[in-house]
C-alpha cells in the first residue's frame, strides 16, 4: 500500500477541537507576553505566534496554496479574542496552570499528527514527514522564542516538547506507513503518546538528554 493511499484516511478534526487547540497555543504565547509587561501589539504577536507560528511554517514548507492561518476565516479572530483575554485576565488565567499544561500537552500532539499527515499526504519519504510533524508541534514555540530575543526553549534542557513530538511523529510515520495500520487509530494513538509523555516529563522532571563527549 503506498503512503499516499494509506493516508487517503486521516484524522479529521472537528472545527471545535481545531479551533480549541489554536487558543490554548495563543493562550501560552499570549500569557508569556503579558508577564513580560508587553504592549497590547506584543500580546497579539505572541498569541499569533503561539496558535498558529506551527501551523504557518508548515504550510510554507509544503508549499500547497495559501496557509491554512490565512485562508480559515475563523483563525485569526479567534487569536485576537484569545490575545484580549489574556491582556486583561493575565492573572486569573495563571492560576489555571495545571489545566493549561494538560491541554498544552493535547495541542502538542494534535499539531504533530496533523503536520505529520499533511506532510504523508504530499508523498514526502519518511524523514520529511517526521521533521514537518515535529515542526509543526513546534514551531509557534520558537517563532516566540525569537521574538523575545532568547534562546529557543527546545534547544535547552528542560521537560520534553520537542522530544515528545520528535517520538509521536516518528511512531505515526513507521505505524501507518510501513506496518500500515489504520491512519485513524494511530493518530488518536500518537496524540496520546505524545500528551502523556509531555504532562509525565512536566510532572514528574524529566528533561530531554544533553549531548554527552564519549
Do not use: C, H
Not at 500580546?43 to 504557518?56: F, Q
Not at 499528527?113 to 508523498?123: N, S
Not at 504532562?199 to 514528574?204: F, G, K, P
Amino acid at each position: 500500500m503506498s503512503t499516499l493511499a494509506a493516508t487517503a484516511e486521516t484524522l479529521r478534526v472537528p472545527a471545535a477541537v481545531d479551533l480549541a487547540a489554536v487558543v490554548v497555543g495563543a493562550l501560552t504565547g499570549g500569557l508569556l507576553a503579558a508577564r513580560e509587561g508587553f504592549a497590547v501589539s506584543g500580546v497579539l504577536l505572541l498569541a499569533v505566534s503561539g496558535g498558529l507560528g506551527g501551523g504557518l511554517i508548515r504550510d510554507v514548507l509544503l508549499a500547497a496554496g495559501p496557509p491554512v492561518a490565512l485562508t480559515n476565516p475563523a483563525y485569526l479572530p479567534t487569536v485576537a479574542i484569545t490575545a484580549a483575554v489574556t491582556f486583561y485576565f493575565s492573572g486569573w488565567l495563571s492560576r489555571l496552570n495545571p489545566l493549561l499544561v494538560a491541554l498544552d500537552a493535547l495541542t502538542l500532539g494534535l499539531f504533530t499528527v496533523i503536520g505529520a499527515q499533511k506532510a504523508q499526504l504530499a508523498g514526502l519519504p519518511s524523514a520529511s514527514v517526521v521533521f514537518i510533524g515535529t515542526l509543526t508541534a513546534v514551531g509557534g514555540a520558537v517563532i516566540r522564542d525569537v521574538l523575545l530575543a532568547q534562546r529557543a526553549d527546545i534547544v535547552q534542557p528542560g521537560p520534553y516538547n520537542a522530544v515528545a513530538a520528535l517520538l509521536g511523529a516518528t511512531a505515526l510515520t513507521v505505524l501507518a506507513g510501513p506496518a500500515g495500520l489504520a491512519p485513524i487509530p494511530v493518530a488518536l494513538l500518537v496524540i496520546g503518546l505524545v500528551a502523556t509523555l509531555r504532562v509525565l516529563a512536566v510532572w514528574r522532571g524529566w528533561e530531554a538528554p544533553v549531548a554527552v563527549d564519549l
